[in-house]
């Protein structure tokens, strides 16, 4: 019997702390989106990011997120902060609206229940579709297009499993998300313009000394990979402004990024890597937005203390 009730009242703790950390992940999309319509950009993804993770399985608020996450970066794209990497951002705001119309889609089935909620939410769907169009242009999903003069290449969805053949020696966006490459291309070093690299969802293990040849990167999107280490040869992407290895296998990250002075988004959420190391990082970075996991940490290992 005793069990019994302890068994209850467990199974009612977990769902009150469950409650209460998905009404906190609601704040947070809803403090994420206040930052974007202020302009504070770092802010705002920190927020809805986190926001995001607080409320896995509401369809609902989920899609709200990816939402305000492609607003968010609808935004950064237009920003003169960051208009040098508005095609980075431009694919993850379009990626973020096709989440967000899919997450709609599925949870809002209502045709008797609110008609005006349910009209609000057509027309933020229509709204989307419009911004969609305009961000992707003539490209669609698993298209292999160019565009500015070969400037912009992109091959995302398409099945890759090796580096395609005559790529424009000028090219400098290049795009090849959800794909299948086992290794970080080493020819992207005789592309001396190539300032940004989207490889997010592939299935790169390593990545080799050859990554600190490409001397004007700006973007390196790497997120969704098997990576385990990152070569101290990163030290020497001097143009660097955003580096995204979340979501790898990572279990510690090189002090040589503290070098990357013109760093302002470094994403390592989603691996391994102790808080001792991620502390070394925030203390030697302060102009560096650095998204990381919220560990539960020791109060030794926080505080520095033996």
Known sequence: MFARIFTVIFIGLIICG???????????????NTYRESGNFDKAEDYLKQGKKMVVGDGYWSAAGDEYLGYLYRDMAGSENYS??????????????????SGYRKYVKQPDGSPSALRGL???????????EN?????????VYAVNGGKIINYDNSKLK?????????????????????????????????QFINLKNNRISTLGAGLGDIKNLRVLNLS?????????????????????LSNNKLREIPTAVISLQRLKVLDISGNNIPFSQISVLIKNMPNTNILFD?????????????
Request: net charge neutral; aromatic share 8%.
């Open 294 to 306: 919220r560990y539960i940490r020791e109060e030794n290992e926080d505080e520095g203390t033996p």
């Open 224 to 244: 969704g990979n098997r990576i385990k280490t990152v070569p101290t040869s990163v030290s020497s992407l001097k143009q660097l402004e955003i580096l995204d």
């Open 162 to 194: 090796g580096m395609p053949d005559n790529l424009p020696i000028k090219m400098e966006n290049f795009s090849a998300a959800n794909n299948r490459l086992k290794e970080f291309p080493s020819i992207f070093s005789r592309y001396t313009n190539l």
């Open 135 to 143: 961000v992707d242009g003539n490209a669609s999903p698993g298209a």
């Open 18 to 32: 469950s409650a209460q950390s998905g009404e906190l992940g609601k704040r947070y999309l809803k403090l994420g």
């Open 84 to 101: 040098s990497n508005s095609p980075y951002f431009l694919a993850l705001a379009k990626e973020y609206f096709e989440k967000a119309l």
């Open 122 to 132: 057509q027309d933020k769907i229509v709204e989307i579709n419009s911004m969609m």
